[in-house]
């Protein structure tokens, strides 16, 4: 730490940082435009301009720009210096004489970055009085809305876009005196990130598409802190409601998870709160069809259903919270609770807890990854089977480079200098995977094969660098090469990583990078793994336990079973037509509790409707195992509640009253903490329903949030009293505590004087770092003290292409994959239709040709699609899109035979 002077006071500064990062990280208040916590220093606005001496008695001083003079020791500013006051002034009133006057309209009025900026600098009076530029607005999709006329060239959006996230069909154009930022024709932003450029904007050329349909000003939403349920990192979000409808989702800053970006389909998948899919009331079949009951008709029949029989059977889900689950389980017992998945994801699910139990490697965070400075990628296509991963994985090729700046003594937070320094450099990153992925543009090598043969290249890496680990037999030179370089960087590296997950469906390819980790560590060298999970639960569910599927289906075939409750779970998109049918018509009774209405809901007798994550309160754990709270952000329709409610009421209504003692939430998880020893710590992931600061709640309604008489004029003139919320320390309305809360009880940023999504600066222990009193979530999973020494030695062969068959694989998409986002019509505009690719020989020995209506058979069900060529596939593989109809419920890989379609 070094020792600053800002206005003849001392402060300690981090002497790594430059003087902007520190007079924020010390509260001061600088105005800023260019400079991004997350993209570093460019100098380009001249709005942190502060007045710097040489020495005490240096009276005149010389103007600056804070974000590029570092914080080195003895430095002396003012940042209140009468010239530099009027300087930041001047260049507020330079931005402003083109900005349009159309703040009331402008959908980022109220929380807009340069709104605080020049009230904080001053300007309030425009002497500009000719005219104004203007220039053509772009179509860039369905998630961003272009208003070019709004621009101050900053410059964040194109580095944000071109070289955080890598894109390139978005740039700066450039004419005499004028600047333009879009694409070079109107279209769809290609990047799985662009919905950041809404909140990398200060102003409001970028604002999300999605919202403009129904849009509220920030002031007057409802916020909870969240976590996004669309994938398997936990990554953090806040909500926002208003007249019982979610209206946006934006980014909740998590120093170890998402820190200040999010992906598009976090971003922009949660419509489906919204959907006319929606079920909002019970529905009960009477006479073959489901007609709406009451709340007390549905249980009554609950009622009669488990007192007549003895032999009910519970199926959880990955994408359910921890508690709902946990209440199924309490409901029906634990020999009668099933995953809601297949024994071989189960089975992969624990085979990673295994790897992070054993403690053969520390799980990185995302953080974590993008300080790595050797990666490999082994098996997953990341961008779309965890899509918000693979802008952390982008960051790490950074990392080798870096060492070059050091050499020339560049701070890593002058961001054009060290990217000039490295020009096209980049750090070892190494992806393995069955075909071509969006992260291959950074790779320093990639590598397609079948998933045996990637699982081959991790083992034959862990010989290269153990030689006590197996050896692989049959490579080919080319193999053998890569995998020395594979193994020399990761061994020459500082801190390298090993990403792996369950997109490959491979016990072997997650057993190989539990090899090269632990040849890592008999190696002595330190190295961070993580995998990659489906779903927003389903390490919770895997630490839960239960059967797998197929038990489920098999308990109702052989009569074991009379009765299914069916939690939150499609089963038509996790098995077969004929099994789910089979099951479903088995059963004497069948019970659904979900939010929208599916295939298996419409097959059900009774269906309950069960809250989203934006109207309940839960728990998830991560692909770290990591347990994350998320709170209600609104109290949803009477009849919808939370899925463990309808279990608690369900059971009670049944003559158990073993339940009665589930009040709230936090009693709930007090018995899971019982019950389930591993998932104890969970109840230490947020403070509890009790909590209080100075005697009162924490509010979810900003200070400003306007209207609460008027809104519901047209139910009572009165204004009602505020819904009680007996599981959270959150209040429904303004009223409540105004200080700081704990990290992860913080709804939405908002700070005197900061109105955008700067304000997380304001709850950071320094910019960029932890939120004060640390990052949400807590680990579920403790790694032993002494690591398992011996390595997994059953090597697969090698990958043979069938005769006349071939090995049928899924291929995930960011956009269409996942089953909620699917409902936001965004999501939908971009999802593929239904395909099978393969590889252009193959197609060409096989006389097809694109596009042909060609037919594959998988467990003697024949399915159709279009064919699409790709030369990046492997020989003897073909690919189907995951999740999309009709190729849903099957089960992968497997092979098949390939025909046209006449």
Known sequence: MAIIYIDDKPHQADAKQNLLHACLSLGFNLPYFCWHPALGSVGACRQCAVKQFRTPDDKHGHLVMACMIPAVEGTRISIHDPEAVAFRAGIIEGMMQNHPHDCPVCDEGGECHLQDMTVMTGHNYRRYDFPKRTFR???????????????????????????????????????????????????????????????????????????????????????????????????????????GTLRRIVNRYHGDIN??????????????????????????????????????????????????????????????????????????????????????ELRLLNRVLDVLRNGLAPAASLREMENSDAVLVLGEDVTNYAPRMALSLRQSVRQGPMAMADKLKIPHWLDHSVRELAQDSKGPLFIASIAATRLDDVASETYHAAPDELARLGFAVAHKLDDNAPAVSGLTLEQTALAE?????????????????????????????????QALRRTGQPSRVTFTVPECNSVGLALLGGRPLEDAFAAVRNRAADTVIVLENDLYRRASVQDVDALLLGAKHVIVLDHLTNATSTKAELVLPAATFAESDGTLVNNEARAQRFFQTFVPQPDVQESWRWLRDAIIASGRQDFAAWENLDHVIASMAVEVPALAAASKAAPDATFRMSGAKVPRQPERYSGRTAMLANIDLSEPKPPDDPDSPLSFSMEGSPDQPPSPLIPFAWSPGWNSYQAWNKFQEEIAGPLRGGNPGVPLVEAAAQPQQEYVRDVPAPFQPGDGEWLIVP??????????????????????????????????RARLRPEDRIEFTIAAISYQAALKVRADLPQGIAAIPAGIEPLQGIQLPDWSRIVRVA
Not at 200 to 210: H, L, S, Y
Not at 503 to 512: D, E, L, R, Y
């Open 485 to 517: 370089r594979i193994a020399q960087a990761l061994r020459s590296a500082r801190q390298p990583l090993i990403v792996s997950g369950l997109s490959c469906h491979s016990t072997a390819v997650i057993s190989a990078a539990a090899n090269i980790a």
């Open 811 to 844: 291929f995930y998409h960011i956009f269409g994959s996942e089953e909620l986002s699917i409902h936001s019509h965004g999501v939908k505009q971009l999802s593929p239709g239904a395909y099978l690719a393969m590889n252009d020989k193959d197609a060409e």
């Open 259 to 344: 820190g200040y970006f999010l992906c598009d389909r976090g971003r922009h998948g949660s419509e489906f709160v919204n959907s006319d899919q929606r079920i909002r009331q019970a529905r009960l079949r009477r006479n073959g069809q489901l007609q709406a009951v009451s709340k007390a008709e549905a249980l009554e029949h609950i009622r009669q259903v488990l007192t007549s029989s003895s032999r009910v059977i519970g199926i959880g889900s990955p994408r359910a919270s921890l508690e709902a689950n946990f209440a199924l389980r309490a409901a029906v017992g634990e020999r009668n609770f099933f995953a809601g998945i297949f024994q071989r």
């Open 137 to 243: 607005n772009q179509y860039l999709g369905p998630f961003v809305n272009h208003e070019m006329n709004r621009c101050i060239q900053c410059y964040r959006c194109v580095r944000f876009y071109r070289e955080y996230a890598g894109g390139n069909d978005f740039n700066v154009f450039g004419i005499r005196n004028t600047a333009y930022f879009g694409r070079y024709q109107d279209g769809v932003l290609e990047s799985e990130f662009a919905g950041n450029l809404d909140e990398v904007c200060p102003t409001g050329v970028f604002t999300d598409a999605t919202h403009k349909h129904h849009y509220t000003r920030k002031w007057d939403l409802q916020f909870a802190p969240s976590v996004c349920v669309h994938c398997g990192l936990g990554c953090n979000i806040s909500p926002g409601e208003r007249y």
